[in-house]
């Protein structure tokens, strides 16, 4: 049984009469990587909500590990600002998790300050997280989540709110950590390179109601922490056939407005007519 497992997963936000998903069938397998993209509003948040547990599918099935999804599985979830406890320090903000996971206060000191160390950290234990910038207290939200050992990682558009610079040093990081330890990831994000750059695979997802308009295998040299594929031809050919298909959901009339906000910053032949 792989990770994660969807079968004909729809969900419907009654109150909002909005059709969210439709009818998704998808599995993530052992240590894979996927990323998902699509338009704003197509229902990437929807999906990690409906993997992590916090909603349920009104049809179909979702899995993980072979069991509905439980908070106590070892899961975790990554969203675009890190969310710490202002209150506690760096290494506090991790030890809570793993006190709360049983782990004995020496233990946690000891666990926190290694994940630290993972990710560039470890000389800012005892600070605040209103000392450090967006792109540490990230690191420091990444950290965490690894904290739980998790075999599934969600992560919502993490390095959205980052400027370039650190979005590309956090990458390169996620990339460092993902192929130690192998976990499953989902991936959420509006930047079809870093989709590229990050994922084995990418779910497009087309919206109203949110579908799966193609699960795209990224076939690009590994270990994509040491090889950058974007000099690559096939990189290109692949940017280029994700781009078609996203501007082929615009001509049919039903996104264009969102594909122009949110994609714009990445699109080829940007201000170039069709
Ligand atoms: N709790 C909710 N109640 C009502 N409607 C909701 C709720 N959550 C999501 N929706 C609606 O479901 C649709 C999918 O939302 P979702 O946030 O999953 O999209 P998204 O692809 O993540 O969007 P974005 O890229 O803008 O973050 C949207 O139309 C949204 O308004």
Avoid: Y
Avoid at 1 to 19: D, T
Avoid at 126 to 147: F, N, T, Y
């Amino acid at each position: 049984m792989p990770p994660i497992r969807l079968r004909g997963v729809s969900k419907s936000f009654k109150s909002a009469q909005v059709h969210a998903l439709d009818d998704l069938t998808f599995d993530v397998g052992k240590g894979e990587f996927i990323s998902v993209v699509g338009p704003s509003g197509c229902g990437k948040t929807t999906l990690l909500r409906l993997i992590n547990g916090l909603i349920k599918p009104d049809n179909g099935e979702v899995l993980v590990n072979g069991r509905p999804p439980d908070p106590k599985q070892n899961m975790a979830m990554v969203f675009q600002s890190a969310r710490l406890l202002p209150w506690r320090t760096v290494a506090g903000n991790i030890e809570f998790v793993l006190r709360l996971r049983g782990h004995s206060r020496a233990d946690c000191r000891d666990r926190a300050l290694a994940l630290l160390g993972a990710v560039g950290l470890r000389d800012f234990a005892d600070a605040h997280p209103h000392e450090l910038s967006g792109g540490m207290r990230q690191r420091v939200g990444l950290a965490r989540a690894l904290a739980v050992e998790p075999d599934v990682l969600l992560m919502d558009e993490p390095f959205a709110a980052l400027d370039a610079m650190t979005r590309e040093t956090l990458r390169i990081e996620l990339l460092r950590l993902w192929e130690r330890r192998h976990m499953a990831v989902v991936f959420v994000t509006h930047d079809i390179d870093e989709a590229i750059i990050l994922s084995q695979r990418i779910v497009v997802l087309r919206p109203r109601p949110g579908r799966i308009d193609a699960v795209v295998p990224v076939d690009l040299p590994e270990p994509r922490s040491q090889v950058d594929p974007r000099g690559l031809p096939a990189f290109a050919d692949l940017r280029r056939s994700l781009w078609d298909r996203i501007h082929a959901m615009g001509r049919e009339g039903t996104v264009l407005e969102e594909l122009t906000g949110a994609f714009s910053e990445h699109a080829p032949n940007r201000g170039e007519p069709r």
